[in-house]
């Protein structure tokens, strides 16, 4: 039967594996306020351990410094040197005990720095401890808007250096939306080069996660099965400076003829080349998610659900944020993880973001299928633009189908199996015939140069954005939270340097 006539399109985005259904149903919705600006709670109060199940509920930190949900901060936010707009001066004091020292890094020191196996010291203190609740006070109070993997890497990265993180998610658990939809592929060999320091970080963190972050785990994040990346002479070129630094950095990355490899019924361009990386693999979008925000609430960040969150700007910029109703929750800083909603969250605060366009892309799941290898890599032809990887002993199928759309729960769209078809009879067309199991849709968010967003606004002090993570934000989540944590301390890695907002927005005169 056509591909077509037999395409279904439920709702439901998740894979039928059973790791996703135990995630999902381990993800409870809870409506319990946040500590800090609501009430004082004891030390004692502080009972969550790493191995709490991932709910919005948990909470492992004691309030430090209760302030009345009614009146901004009134703290100082004089800008510190290295980042106009932040309001946390490096080694004033708000600033993280046992940082780094103050300027800016070099990507190897910041890569030096993310390698470290053991946490920071002071995770491993019991929680409750004077001496711990004392250090918390003079640590910055972040609300991070968004719990996709945007989101829950900036609040690890936050709390593990002790400041005090309420991270909010409209929806009823984390991960609805893209960070629950996308392909888990796992690819370093990326030509834009500031993308790729990143993905290489990110895919290394992944298969060797922080102490802090290995301890909460109840699933591998990555497996590894290598890749193939299928590239006709235009994109090859394109393609072997980054093969270059990839094997520079002690990768086994190379090229091979594409008649040697397992293609999944892929059909080559003639003269296309096989960009092989056997440390690639396959992640588990649910498994990091979740692992990111237990060790966010080990580490004493809170997390709650079902909270759609907006930014409260006043004379001296955003001071916090308003929730459910008039709840207002202050902050000297707000990271801006709203993914496709990114940019209508900071204008609505009187920001000028950068401006992002959001692309619908489809999934496909072919159903169980005889002959497939689940260990095998996936492959990406990235000039036909087509992939396929083994999933639930059938093959993931992807067209690389780009649609425009506004910031929206993308829906799938039936159609989107005829153009499969129609791509498949020449990019793989063994699949072009094939009835589809399941389907699903998700937003990928770019900036208008396809570099991600991060930093602070350009105007808005005291907003920072986490976004346009495009279709990286898996392979790079890991790798971007000690970088965001040291960038919102007023002290911006090198590795974060090409993705200012501030490239893109009109500074306010
Ligand atoms: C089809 C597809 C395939 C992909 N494949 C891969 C892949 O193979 N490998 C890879 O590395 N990456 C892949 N990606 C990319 C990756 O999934 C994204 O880059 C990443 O998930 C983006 O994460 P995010 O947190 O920025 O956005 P999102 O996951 O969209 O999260 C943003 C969150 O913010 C919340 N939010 C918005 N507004 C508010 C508000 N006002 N208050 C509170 N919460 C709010 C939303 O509800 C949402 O949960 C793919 C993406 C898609 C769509």
């Not at 080069?193 to 994040?221: F, H, Q």
């Not at 095998?376 to 780009?402: I, K, N, T």
């Amino acid at each position: 039967m056509p591909w077509p006539r037999a395409a279904s399109t439920r709702a439901d985005a998740r894979w039928a594996s059973a790791s996703s259904t135990a995630w999902a149903a381990s993800l409870r919705p809870s409506r319990k306020p946040a500590p800090w600006p609501a009430s004082r709670a004891s030390p004692k109060s502080s009972t969550s351990s790493p191995t709490d199940p991932p709910s919005c509920s948990a909470s492992t930190r004691a309030a430090a410094e209760p302030s009345t949900p009614s009146s901004p901060t009134a703290k100082s936010r004089s800008p510190s040197p290295a980042s106009p707009s932040s309001p946390i001066a490096p080694g004033g004091s708000t600033a993280a005990k046992g940082a780094s020292p103050r300027g800016e890094r070099t990507a190897a020191s910041v890569a030096a720095q993310l390698r470290a196996a053991s946490p920071p010291r002071r995770l491993a203190r019991p929680a409750g401890r004077a001496g711990r609740i004392g250090a918390v006070k003079d640590r910055a109070r972040v609300v991070v808007i968004g719990g996709g993997l945007a989101g829950a890497t900036a609040a690890w990265g936050l709390a593990r250096r002790g400041h005090r993180v309420i991270l909010f998610e409209r929806e009823e658990r984390p991960g609805v939306h893209a960070s629950g939809r996308n392909a888990g592929m796992i690819r370093r060999l990326v030509a834009e080069p500031a993308i790729a320091t990143l993905a290489r970080e990110g895919a290394r963190l992944l298969g060797e996660p922080p102490a802090d972050l290995a301890r909460v785990l109840d699933a591998a994040l990555v497996r590894r099965t290598g890749s193939v990346l299928l590239a006709a002479p235009p994109e090859a070129a394109a393609l072997r400076p980054a093969l270059a630094t990839a094997q520079a950095a002690g990768l086994g990355a190379h090229e091979a003829d594409p008649r040697a490899c397992a293609l999944h019924g892929l059909r080559p361009l003639p003269g296309a080349t096989a960009f092989v990386t056997p440390e690639d693999g396959v992640g588990d979008p649910h498994a990091v998610l979740s692992a990111l925000l237990r060790a966010a609430r080990a580490a004493g960040a809170r997390v709650e659900c079902d909270a759609p969150a907006r930014v409260r700007a006043g004379a001296a910029g955003a001071v916090g944020v308003e929730t459910r109703g008039e709840r207002f929750v202050p902050a000297d800083v707000v990271v801006n993880a709203a993914g496709p909603w990114a940019e209508d969250l900071a204008r609505a605060a009187g920001a000028s973001p950068p401006p992002l366009s959001h692309y619908r892309r489809h999934l496909f799941y072919t159903g169980p299928l005889e002959g497939i290898d689940p260990d095998a890599g996936w492959v990406w032809d990235v000039s036909q633009g087509f992939y396929a990887r083994p999933e639930s002993a059938g093959l993931l199928l992807c067209a690389c189908d780009e649609e425009a759309r506004p910031p929206e729960d993308a829906r799938p769209d039936a159609a989107a199996a005829l153009r499969l078809a129609e791509k498949a009879a020449r990019a793989a067309p063994r699949w072009s015939e094939h009835p589809v199991a399941r389907l699903w849709a998700g937003l990928r968010s770019f900036a208008p140069d396809r570099l991600f967003v991060i930093g602070w606004d350009a105007g808005l002090r005291g907003l920072f954005h986490l976004t346009a993570l495009g279709g990286h934000g898996l392979t790079v989540s890991l790798a971007l939270a000690e970088p965001v944590a040291l960038a919102v301390e007023g002290r911006t890695p090198a590795v974060l340097a090409p993705f200012a907002p501030t490239r893109l927005q009109a500074v306010p005169s």
